[in-house]
């Protein structure tokens, strides 16, 4: 019996863990390895397996008499030592706050207006949180490019507002204004959804317990549904938070030079550059800076547990 519970344990939790150690475990392994390597001579990382001078057969180059011919610290130190790598992390941080923040302002209400509606209008409601996605990413953000340009009807309407008040015209494609809002475009759904899962599952009967002991509609807000909310507005920010961290796409299109982000040096580096080298330092540093911060997430939302009970 205790076999057969065994394995179908194994049988269950098997498949994830195989799927987490080729795409994500392995992967993280080689990035981790390859910080320390030295760039090759055409980008790409310096061969440690190549022919020997003297037999002209291939073989392990590296050895421990002239491993450090083949790995290296600088490229952490060159990290350390550039302070723009910093202040594109902090601009990077500053991104994804904002988006992470502006999503879960207007999330919040529209989840709750899901959520309170009749059943036979909630899946007609959800699919249309969803509809975006039916399109392709790239078509999505292109679109806003044509919106955002200087000749579209909004920038145009934006523009002639100002106009009447005395302030000169404003370009919006190519700004930090332009990258947040596509960002938080992007990122919505991802925000919404773990809300209304969320919200869907409240008992209304607190609330009418609030009210008859004398409540007002803030303070039942505050004090029933936002704290039971907490674990939806966590998650989303988390969906919304990280990718939006890491995003490269929308800052080139819709940035320029002025909005990029760490993502779009991360990709310079592997893909422009090809210096894999620095740029698995990049991500691992990036890596760290997501743990740090779902870290100290986890243990505020412990001592909020703890100063509740």
């Known amino acids: 019996m205790a076999k057969s519970n065994r394995l179908n344990k194994w049988l269950i939790s098997g498949p994830p863990l195989l799927y987490l150690l080729i795409f994500f475990a392995i992967p993280s392994l080689i990035m981790a390895f390859a910080a320390f390597r030295f760039p090759g001579d055409y980008g790409g990382l310096l061969p440690l397996i190549g022919p020997n001078p003297e037999t002209g057969a291939n073989e392990i180059l590296v050895n421990a008499s002239n491993w450090r011919d083949y790995l290296t610290f600088e490229n952490f130190g060159r990290f350390f030592e550039d302070s723009i790598y910093v202040e594109l992390f902090v601009k990077s941080f500053w991104y994804a706050g904002i988006t992470t923040l502006v999503c879960l302002l207007l999330a919040y209400p529209l989840a709750w207006l899901i959520a309170r509606s009749p059943k036979k209008y909630r899946d ?106 907490l674990p939806g507005v966590w998650a989303g920010a988390a969906l919304v938070f990280i990718p939006a961290l890491g995003m490269f796409a929308v800052p080139d299109l819709i940035g320029g030079t002025d909005g990029i982000m760490i993502g779009n040096l991360i990709k310079q580096q592997f893909l422009d550059s090809r210096d ?25 939302g412990r001592g909020g547990k703890r100063n509740a009970l």
């Open 276 to 300: 894999w080298p620095f740029g698995s330092v990049l991500s691992i540093m990036l890596t760290l800076a997501v743990l740090g911060l779902a870290g100290l997430a986890a243990l505020i």
């Open 124 to 229: 007609l409601m959800i699919l249309l949180v969803i509809l975006p996605f039916w399109s392709n990413f790239l078509i999505r953000v292109y679109a806003w490019m044509i919106i955002l340009g200087p000749q579209g009807y909004f920038t145009m309407a934006i523009n002639q507002v100002l106009g009447l008040i005395g302030i000169g015209p404003v370009q919006l494609m190519f700004s930090h204004f332009a990258v947040i809002i596509v960002l938080v475009y992007v990122h919505l759904p991802f925000m919404v959804l773990p809300l209304y899962a969320n919200l869907e599952k409240h008992d209304l009967a607190l609330l009418d317990a609030a009210q008859d002991l004398g409540a007002s509609a803030w303070q039942r807000f505050w004090k029933v549904t936002w704290p039971l909310s």
